[in-house]
């Protein structure tokens, strides 16, 4: 295999990315972990699960830009874009680097929110377990840890059906907040890719 096998190849598969996403995960998921842990050991029951339904909330949030995004439509943006709506310029990058959004959105915060939801959950039991004295502390860590799957999933579920039928909505919205945060702070958070049709490029 060449050299521009080798180019190709990576590019292709986005080895880089895949690389990059998963030294990023790993610090990042320790990061979230120690944070809410520590941060949940010095709070109340019942601040500790209002910040597990936030968690989870996050999770699913995230779930559905990731979704949106590999739904949506380049075409409807065009107009807007010619139009000198800065929004939808940036909404045409986000569809054209689907496949990243969605692999951060879905799997990357998505499986940080499930593994802190987790921690989280586990101290709530530990929590509740010395303070009611509960000695069936297997009951209680299987009733806590079915209802985080049951909300995740389900709210997943129905954030898919939003996520499908409100995507471009979504997704300009989402170009929103990332577009003001990039000239904020002057942040490359997503690079233009181009299309062979329909350049970018062209709306500047």
Same mark, same amino acid.
């Given at each position: 295999?060449?050299?521009r096998?080798?180019?190709?190849?990576?590019?292709?598969?986005?080895?880089?990315?895949?690389?990059?996403?998963?030294?990023?995960?790993?610090?990042?998921?320790?990061?979230?972990t120690?944070i809410?842990?520590?941060?949940?050991?010095?709070?109340?029951?019942?601040?500790?699960?209002?910040?597990?339904?936030?968690?989870?909330?996050?999770?699913?949030?995230?779930?559905?830009?990731?979704?949106?995004?590999?739904?949506?439509?380049?075409?409807?943006?065009?107009?807007?874009?010619? *139009?000198?709506?800065?929004?939808?310029?940036?909404?045409?990058?986000? +569809?054209?680097?689907?496949?990243?959004?969605s692999?951060?959105?879905?799997?990357?915060?998505?499986?940080?929110?499930?593994? +802190?939801?987790?921690?989280?959950?586990?101290?709530?039991i530990?929590?509740?377990?010395?303070?009611? *004295?509960?000695?069936?502390?297997?009951?209680?860590?299987?009733?806590?840890?079915?209802?985080?799957?049951?909300?995740?999933?389900?709210?997943?579920?129905?954030?898919?059906?939003?996520?499908?039928?409100?995507?471009?909505?979504?997704?300009?919205?989402?170009?929103?907040?990332?577009?003001?945060?990039?000239?904020?702070?002057?942040?490359?958070?997503?690079?233009?890719?181009?299309?062979?049709?329909?350049?970018?490029?062209?709306?500047?």
């Open positions: 295999m060449d050299k096998e080798d180019d190709n190849f990576i590019k292709k598969h986005n080895i880089r990315w895949v690389v990059l996403i998963t030294i990023w995960t790993f610090f990042m998921a320790i990061i979230f120690i809410t842990e520590g941060l949940v050991e010095n709070l109340n029951i019942l601040l500790a699960f209002i910040i597990l339904i936030s968690i989870i909330l996050i999770g699913i949030f995230f779930d559905i830009i990731g979704i949106a995004v590999t739904t949506a439509k380049e075409k409807p943006f065009h107009a807007m874009a010619a *139009n000198k709506i800065d929004e939808a310029k940036y909404a045409i990058k986000l +569809v054209r680097n689907a496949s990243q959004v692999n951060f959105c879905n799997d990357v915060i998505g499986d940080i929110s499930g593994i +802190v939801s987790g921690a989280i959950g586990a101290t709530i530990y929590k509740l377990t010395n303070i009611y *004295n509960i000695k069936n502390a297997s009951a209680l860590s299987i009733i806590i840890t079915s209802l985080v799957a049951a909300f995740t999933v389900g709210g997943k579920a129905f954030g898919k059906s939003i996520a499908m039928f409100n995507s471009e909505k979504i997704i300009f919205e989402t170009a929103r907040v990332l577009n003001f945060v990039e000239k904020k702070f002057r942040i490359d958070i997503l690079p233009d890719k181009k299309n062979k049709n329909n350049k970018i490029d062209k709306y500047k």
